[in-house]
T-cell receptor, first 112, second 114 residues
Framework: GENVEQHPSTLSVQEGDSAVIKCTYSDSASNYFPWYKQELGKRPQLIIDIRSNVGEKKDQRIAVTLNKTAKHFSLHITETQPEDSAVYFCAASMAAGNKLTFGGGTRVLVKP | DGGITQSPKYLFRKEGQNVTLSCEQNLNHDAMYWYRQDPGQGLRLIYYSQIVNDFQKGDIAEGYSVSREKKESFPLTVTSAQKNPTAFYLC?????????????FGPGTRLTVT
């Protein structure tokens, strides 16, 4: 089955700096890659996703890039703010069944 | 936050007892999922259901059972066969059908078994 690895497990950045989280996946049939944000004590929420037919997607301060050949994808957060502090999860899925395999998560701390 | 609810928020049980976690959604979603969240391990899929009266095992189904008798409900039973049941359990739903769609999560149930 699919295996998703996520790095780093923790990330501390200064407010205003950029944060980058990287994920690799094992199954070349995966074609959907969402990112979820989980604030302390809250439920995970989708922040951005990318499908295998595009290489990059942006939404304001966040962007995701996908390299299908290398089987890795990354989340980029620019101009970080304290409210970006949370745990971020990447995931991968094939089309059938919408079954997501999650990475282990990255705890991001934005220091004011 | 509404749309998908889980109850209770905290649950305590003695070892050897079965316990059922509730998950209800009013989003008219066809697909529903159960995940287990442990520190540092992300979310792992226990069971999922793409349509009423049908469900499939996820990656860690041993010691768990589910039913999907109604579209809006997908209860999870943690049986005494689950060797390490203490965890945070998250339910999710999506519109289902072909392709991939956003999964919406419930607030979770924290189960402690002693």
């Amino acid at each position: 089955g699919e295996n998703v690895e996520q790095h780093p497990s923790t990330l501390s950045v200064q407010e205003g700096d950029s944060a980058v989280i990287k994920c690799t996946y094992s199954d070349s049939a995966s074609n959907y890659f969402p990112w979820y944000k989980q604030e302390l004590g809250k439920r995970p929420q989708l922040i951005i996703d990318i499908r295998s037919n595009v290489g990059e997607k942006k939404d304001q301060r966040i962007a995701v890039t996908l390299n299908k050949t290398a089987k890795h994808f990354s989340l980029h957060i620019t101009e970080t703010q304290p409210e970006d502090s949370a745990v971020y999860f990447c995931a991968a899925s094939m089309a059938a069944g919408n079954k997501l395999t999650f990475g282990g998560g990255t705890r991001v701390l934005v220091k004011p | 936050d509404g749309g998908i609810t889980q109850s209770p928020k905290y649950l305590f049980r003695k070892e050897g007892q079965n316990v059922t976690l509730s998950c209800e959604q009013n989003l008219n979603h066809d697909a529903m999922y159960w995940y287990r969240q442990d520190p540092g391990q992300g979310l792992r899929l226990i069971y999922y259901s793409q349509i009423v009266n049908d469900f499939q095992k996820g990656d860690i189904a041993e010691g768990y059972s589910v039913s999907r008798e109604k579209k809006e409900s997908f209860p999870l039973t943690v049986t005494s066969a689950q060797k390490n049941p203490t965890a945070f359990y998250l339910c999710a739903s999506s519109i289902g059908g072909a392709g991939n769609h956003e999964q919406y999560f419930g607030p979770g149930t924290r189960l402690t078994v002693t």
